[in-house]
């Protein structure tokens, strides 16, 4: 008897998975939507009783006693709760629609609001009181599929206000309409980049190299770290000049902006030096790597200090492909970036 095509019994199970899988996100994003009905009905519920307060406690603390003995766990009065403040919190919240094209399909609620995201998702969304905010990292979830570690890690490493301070007034607030957009180089680097997850504090001293290994034991939290489209190359990319030798530490390409994306690591303070380095790998991927078609490389020195004044001397007055930026090894500080934003957008206002 003629054996099977393993291949084609992968590939049967996969459909069978992929099904599985889809459904169980359908049954997710539709608790969602229960969830949100459930918080309207206890609002409105409360909002009649005689003693708002006093009839809210028992309202919650009866419905718990009811839909837990039909229904089992998942409906403490903490629960219906949780529902409730969601229920108020997206009740009058718009998301720009138009960036999820794809989910016309979805169900909305009666106020037209669309919910793209687990419960989970929802639950650190709704600890965000800035409303903007709020919106870019639901996009961003959306769009990256970000699991629910990686939506709180990225709010933990306050992506949002990293993004916000090195952009316009107008940007910030196009960032909660459409989250990050890719149309020009400098929409592609960040200023600093956060670096936690290499674990270095914990290491007396470290090399390059070291450095280096690390970003590559950890390729895919890094890649999370660079932002959408990123793909990589390759490490300590090597090209002769007659006898000269020189190594790229880690290219990348980016999808969106069609680029090469060079990276050089440097544990000390950026040199006009390292800057001159960096113009040549990029000038020679331009010239002799990258198609006719696709755009000028970018090339980024990851820095663990530098100095703006020499970095913009060195420099070209219209540059728009080498980037210096700092990496942080630890978490900054949320409440000093939001503050800093909070003064970028008012010196915004001051030069109107």
């Not at 989250?179 to 670096?195: A, C, E, R």
């Not at 060079?262 to 010239?287: A, E, F, N, S």
């Not at 913009?312 to 900054?332: C, G």
């Amino acid at each position: 008897m003629k054996q099977v095509d393993e291949n084609f019994l992968k590939d049967v199970s996969q459909i069978l998975l992929a099904a599985k899988n889809n459904a169980k996100a359908a049954v997710n994003l539709s608790m969602v939507y229960a969830y949100y009905e459930i918080g309207r009905k206890i609002f409105e519920e409360e909002q009649n009783g005689e003693s708002r307060a006093t009839y809210g406690k028992y309202l919650l603390k009866e419905l718990s006693v009811y839909l837990t003995g039909i229904f089992g766990k998942g409906y403490s009065a903490d629960n219906l709760k949780l529902m409730r403040r969601f229920y108020t919190v997206y009740a009058e919240d718009q998301i720009g629609e138009t960036a999820f094209p794809q989910f016309k399909k979805l169900p909305a609620v009666s106020s037209g609001r669309r919910f793209y995201l687990s419960w989970s998702h929802y639950l650190k969304l709704m600890r965000i009181k800035n409303i903007d905010e709020r919106h870019f990292y639901e996009i961003e979830a959306v769009k990256n599929n970000w699991s629910l570690e990686e939506l709180k890690r990225q709010c933990n490493s306050a992506l949002y206000e990293r993004i916000a301070l090195s952009t316009n007034k107008e940007e910030v607030y196009r960032l909660a309409l459409e989250g990050q957009i890719f149309d020009k180089p400098t929409d592609l680097v960040k200023d600093p980049y956060i670096l936690e997850f290499l674990n270095l504090p914990e290491l007396p001293e470290y090399s390059e190299t070291e450095l280096e290994n690390r970003i590559i034991s950890h390729l895919e939290r890094f890649l999370l770290e660079l932002g959408t489209g990123f793909a990589f190359i390759g490490r300590q990319f090597r090209f002769t000049y007659e006898e000269d030798h020189f190594k790229v530490d880690l290219v990348f390409y980016n999808r969106l902006l069609r680029c090469f994306v060079l990276i050089d690591l440097k544990i000390g303070k950026l040199t006009h030096q390292d800057i001159g380095q960096m113009q040549m790998y990029v000038h020679y991927y331009d010239r002799q790597i990258k198609l006719a078609d696709e755009n000028k490389t970018i090339g980024i020195l990851l820095c663990r200090d530098k100095n703006d004044a020499v970095v913009q001397m060195t420099l070209p007055e219209d540059n728009d492909q080498i980037f210096a930026s700092k990496y942080e090894e630890v978490l900054p500080s949320k409440k000093e970036l939001q503050k800093l934003l909070e003064e970028h957008l008012s010196e915004e206002d001051d030069t109107e």
